[in-house]
């Protein structure tokens, strides 16, 4: 079991830049895959990126360029660096942990981009 807390949302203006934070309880090296969601009220909680123990990243064709994920295994902790925001991405953001066992997420962190 891992449990994961998030922090780094907030309030930024278009065009602006904000760095996620997704601390872990445990190490995080061997859990298969980390990820960012996003969900707003009504919709589907979307992927927006994910790095694999080995890695490798993959990004939401929507979030291509504007963002990067990156993990730091000493510190247990996963980041979403996000860049030339726009209102649209104003979302609760949501850490994944996705194991062997199951699917762990944290509790979100808000962001909102106004125009």
């Known amino acids: 079991q891992v449990q994961l807390v998030e922090s780094g949302g907030g309030l930024v203006q278009a065009g602006g830049s904000l760095r996620l934070s997704c601390a872990a309880s445990r190490n995080i090296f061997s859990i298969n895959v980390m990820g960012w969601y996003r969900q707003v009220p009504g919709k589907q909680r979307e992927l927006v990126a994910s790095?694999?123990?080995?890695?490798?990243?993959s990004y939401a064709e929507s979030m291509k360029g504007r963002v990067s994920i990156s993990r730091d295994d000493a510190r247990n902790t996963v980041y979403l660096q996000m860049s030339s925001l726009k209102p649209e991405d104003t979302a609760v953001y949501y850490c994944?942990?996705?194991?062997?066992?199951?699917?762990?997420w944290g509790q979100g962190t808000q962001v909102t981009v106004s125009s």
């Open positions: 994944c942990a996705t194991t062997v066992i199951s699917n762990y």
């Open positions: 790095i694999t123990a080995g890695g490798r990243t």
